[in-house]
């Protein structure tokens, strides 16, 4: 199911919700990691059938709403930022071997 990794949850723009499946890890380092990023809050985590995995960005007021598919699970993401854009092509930059 989920893990939370150490120091992937730590600093000021993760909320309190901590568990994050594994295709997720990736997606909230990248998005941590821009200056542009205000807040990363992780989402519901929902069991489903197996598949390939697939990202996607729904755009939300303050910014994205990531839905990350792992391989028989999806979270919910939301990534509070300023330029969508920059934050999407970083996201993108580290996703391999995906659907998007």
Not at 6 to 14: F, N, Q, W
């Amino acid at each position: 199911m989920g893990r939370t990794l150490r120091g992937l949850a730590g600093g000021s723009k993760v909320g309190k919700h901590h568990t994050a499946i594994p295709m997720a890890v990736e997606v909230i380092k990248a998005a941590k990691a821009l200056a542009c990023v205000s807040k990363v809050l992780f989402g519901e985590i929902r069991h489903i059938k197996n598949g390939p995995p697939r990202i996607k960005f729904v755009s939300v007021s303050a910014g994205w709403r990531v839905l990350v598919r792992g391989a028989n699970s999806r979270q919910e993401l939301f990534v509070y930022t300023s330029d969508r854009e920059q934050v999407r092509q970083a996201i993108l930059s580290i996703w391999t071997g995906a659907v998007v």
